[in-house]
């Protein structure tokens, strides 16, 4: 699970993931204490492929964020499939599931009091009702795509965490885990959005052959299909991964830690532009903006010549 489920396990982060239109001033933020990484997460693996800049950001700054209407939505919505597997099999039903809704808002309210600044301009509650509308539609359309009353899930909101070889350590949360009697595993993902193009597949897929990767080292046992439930469309997109698919992951992930080890020591955090610019938070503290950064808050040394290019990793 990622940051669609609400932030991750460990000391990478205690920011939320979600992310809002920028253009806001920067003003002070109250961080939390920076530290150096000590774990690697899909998430916090993306961020840094996406812009290095915005990983330290996260990870180091450790800069709080807004809440998004579309992350937490993501979050709602997680909760409650998670939760519709408590009942028996037989009660495991649509209506059931839209009523669990309400009860797992507020529940995300008390353990998430931030959220409620998404709502802080709608005194009559409109707009809350019509984004839990979304979240119900959201639930019902899951009954199309899987049958709860026919599964019985191994796990739930699993925790994994391996350290490889190398000392790299790497976790996450897994939204659920089918175990067949033949003893095949079945990795399950919930996304709120859509399917992206078949062009961009492979990047969706990142996310799930890290999970597989992590269980592989940690059972020995390659997961039998990896699977993305998409809520947003309607599609279901699965891959079945051998062991070169998890060693080539694992390469990119050495090599990935590699560059943040070094843009750790050195201070040299580039940004990279996209079109995903217009919605960060930082875009004030940003140089390409026309922003600065916090002072680094680490101890750094020079920079070596073979640093220049760190941070410029991208898909295989």
């Known amino acids: 699970m ?18 809002t239109p920028a253009g806001e001033s920067a003003e002070p933020v109250a961080a939390a204490a920076a530290m150096a990484p000590t774990s690697l997460s899909p998430s916090r693996a993306s961020d840094f492929m996406q812009c290095p800049l915005l990983y330290r950001f996260r990870v180091i700054d450790r800069l709080p964020e807004k809440p998004s209407a579309a992350a937490t939505k993501g979050t709602l919505v997680h909760a409650v499939l998670e939760r519709l597997f408590d009942a028996p099999a037989g009660e495991r039903t649509a209506p059931r599931a839209k009523s669990l809704v309400p009860g797992q808002w507020e529940r995300l309210r008390e353990s998430r009091p931030e959220v409620v600044e998404l709502f802080a301009d709608d005194p009559e509650g409109e707009r ?23 599964l ?21 949360i897994i939204d659920r885990v089918d175990v067949a009697p033949t003893g095949e595993v079945r990795i399950v ?3 709120t959005g859509k399917a992206p193009r078949p062009e961009y597949a492979e ?12 269980v592989w080292r940690l059972k020995r046992v390659i997961p039998r ?12 997109l699965t891959y079945d991964p051998v062991l070169a698919d998890l060693e080539r ?39 390409e903006f026309g922003g600065t950064p916090p002072p680094y808050p680490l101890p750094v040394r020079a920079a070596g010549s073979a640093v220049g290019e760190q941070g410029r990793m991208g898909p295989d």
Not at 3 to 8: C, I, L
Not at 129 to 139: H, N, S
Not at 154 to 168: D, I, K, M, T
Not at 250 to 275: M, N, S, V
């Open 249 to 287: 992951v694992e390469r990119k992930l050495l090599a990935l830690w590699e560059a943040i080890r070094l843009a750790t020591e050195t201070g040299d955090w580039r940004p990279r532009p996209t079109k995903l610019c217009g919605w960060c938070d930082h875009q004030a503290r940003c140089p």
């Open 189 to 191: 993902d919930y996304k």
């Open 152 to 172: 019985e899930p191994a796990e739930r909101e699993l925790f994994v965490e391996a350290e490889l070889e190398s000392g790299l350590r790497l976790r996450g």
């Open 203 to 214: 990047g969706a897929l990142f996310q799930m052959k890290f999970y597989a990767l992590v």
């Open 2 to 19: 990622e940051s669609s489920a609400g932030a991750e396990p460990g000391t990478e982060s205690t920011a939320p993931a979600g992310t």
């Open 225 to 236: 299909r990896l699977q993305l439930v998409y809520l947003g469309s309607g599609d279901v």
């Open 128 to 150: 809350l009702a019509q984004w839990l509308g979304e979240a119900e539609q959201l639930v019902e359309r899951w009954f199309t795509l899987e049958d709860p009353s026919r």
